[in-house]
C-alpha cells in the first residue's frame, strides 16, 4: 500500500508520492538522442556495474524500447531501481562528456523510462528457468540479494530467497521513503525475478526459524547471506537513552510498516507539532528530515559537525531539503542529549576549521531544542547468522570476512556473503556491484560441485 491517504500521512503541501514523475516518450527520446555515442564512454567507467549505457541510449533514440531494455538487462536486474535511487550525479552522469558544460545526459531517468515503458507494456518476459544446475539459498531480499537471485537464475540456478521481513525488497523497501522510490516499482522488479523462477519466502528469521545447517540439510548447495546492516550505530552521549532518542531507520521502517497498515499511524515515532533534530548528513538524514516533516513536524532541523563540503548526502537530495524547509546547522557537534522523562533538547559545541582543515571545538555551548532527535551516522551488521553457525569469520567490527577465489565465500565452504554485511554501508548500485561478483562466485563454486557428485 502507498501512502497517498492525505488526511492520515501527508501534511501541508508535502507528500509521500513519488515526487520526480520521470519523462513522457517524447521527453525520452529527445533526451536520448542528444547522447554523443562516444568511442570511449566515460558514462559506462562512472557505473558500478558497467552498464552499456551508449547502447540502450542509442536503442532508445531509435524508438527500440524494448532492445534497450534487453540491453539494461545484461548488467541489471534492477533497472527501474537504479534509475531513481542511483547516485547518478557522482557515477555516470557525473562522467558525462557533457556534464563538463553542465548539460550531462539524464542517464538515470532513461534508464528509469525504459523499465517503466517495459514494465507498462510488458515488453520483456523472461522465460522461467528450471534450476536444473543446483540449487541456492539467499538470506536477504535487498539489493543484494536480489541481483543475486536474478543473476543465478538466469544461469539455469534454481534460487529460494529468505525473508525476515512481511515485505520483500530489503532497505529499499523499509530504507528508502516512497517519496524517492515507489514501494510498487520495488515489487514490480520483484515480480519479475520471479518470472525467473525465483522462489520467496517471507517472515522466515534465518537464525531462529530455520538455521544454516538445516539449509544444508535440506539440499541447498550454497547460501548467500546478503543480509545488509540492521543495526543502527548511536552515540555513546550522556542521555542516549532517553525517551524519543531514536536511529533513523528506525523512523523510516515504521512508516513503511504504518503505510502497509501493519502498525497504527500514531505508533510512528513523529508527530505532528514535533521539534525534530537529526544527527548527520548522509542520504539515511537527510531522507529522516524530510520524511519527519511528512509526518507533521513543526520543524526539522539537520545538526552536522562539519561543514558542508564534507556532507556524504547527495547534492540534489540536499537541495530539494532545503526546498521543503528542513534547516541546516553545519560545524555543530552533539554533545549530550537534555532531559528528564523525555528528551527536550541537544546540547552542542560550535567547532570551527583551523587553516589546514582540522575540526576543534570553540567552547561555545548551545542547547538546540527538540522533543524528538533522530540520530542518523551509520549501521552495523547483526550477528544473529553468524552466532547461530559454526565456521563463519567476522572481522573485529562484525563485519563477515570473505575471500577471492571463489568470490564472495566465507571461511565456511558453501557458505558466500556479500553486499552492506561485508562492506562499510554503501549505495545500492555499489551493493549490486559486489553481488554480481559474488554470483559469479556461487556459480563457479556450484558447477564445480556438482562435477565432483558426478565423478
Known sequence: MRIDKKSDFDTQELSFHEI???????????????????????????????????????????????????????????????????????????????SKKQAGIKIGKLERFIADFDAEMDISVPPAQTGKFGQVAVIGSGPAGLTIAGDLAKLGIGVTVFEAQPELGGVLVYGIPEFRLSKEVVQREVRKIKRLGVTF????????????????????????????????????????????????????SMVRLAAADILDRQEVPVHPGDTVLVIGAGNVAIDAART??????????????????????????YEDAVT??????????????????????????????????????????EILPAT?????????????IVS????????????????DRPYGMTTRRGVFAGGDVVHQPATVVLAMKEAKKV?????????????LEEC
Open 324 to 365: 521543503e524547509g528542513v534547516a541546516f546547522r553545519w560545524l555543530t557537534a552533539p554533545r549530550a542529549f537534555h532531559g528528564t522523562e523525555w528528551v527536550t533538547g541537544l546540547e552542542c559545541e560550535r567547532q570551527e576549521q583551523t587553516q589546514e582543515g582540522v575540526l576543534q571545538g570553540t567552547g561555545d555551548i
Open 20 to 98: 520526480d514523475e520521470g519523462f513522457s516518450t517524447r521527453e525520452a527520446i529527445a533526451e536520448a538522442k542528444r547522447c554523443l555515442n562516444c568511442k570511449n564512454p566515460l558514462c559506462r567507467t562512472g557505473c558500478p556495474i558497467t552498464n552499456e549505457i551508449p547502447q540502450f541510449i542509442q536503442a532508445l533514440a531509435k524508438g527500440n524500447i524494448g532492445e534497450a531494455s534487453d540491453i539494461i538487462a545484461r548488467r541489471s536486474n534492477l533497472p527501474a531501481v537504479c534509475g531513481r535511487v542511483c547516485a547518478h550525479e557522482k557515477q555516470c552522469e557525473g562522467a558525462c562528456i557533457l
Open 439 to 451: 554470483a559469479a562466485g556461487i556459480a563457479m563454486y556450484v558447477e564445480a560441485k556438482k562435477l
Open 388 to 403: 547461530t553457525t559454526t565456521g563463519i569469520d567476522v572481522n573485529d567490527k562484525g563485519y563477515v570476512v570473505t575471500r
Open 372 to 384: 524528538k532527535v533522530i540520530v542518523a551516522v551509520g549501521q552495523r551488521p547483526a550477528a544473529r
Open 201 to 252: 519466502k517471507t517472515n522466515v528469521l534465518i537464525g531462529k526459524d530455520i538455521t544454516i545447517d538445516e539449509m544444508f540439510e535440506q539440499g541447498f548447495d550454497a547460501i548467500f547471506i546478503g543480509t545488509g546492516t540492521a543495526l543502527p550505530r548511536m552515540l555513546n552521549l550522556p542521555g542516549k537513552d532517553l525517551p524519543g532518542v531514536m536511529p533513523a531507520t528506525y523512523l523510516l
Open 292 to 317: 519527519a516533516l511528512r509526518m507533521g513536524a513543526a520543524k526539522v532541523t539537520v545538526v552536522y559537525r562539519q561543514t558542508e563540503k564534507e556532507m556524504t548526502a547527495l547534492k540534489s537530495e
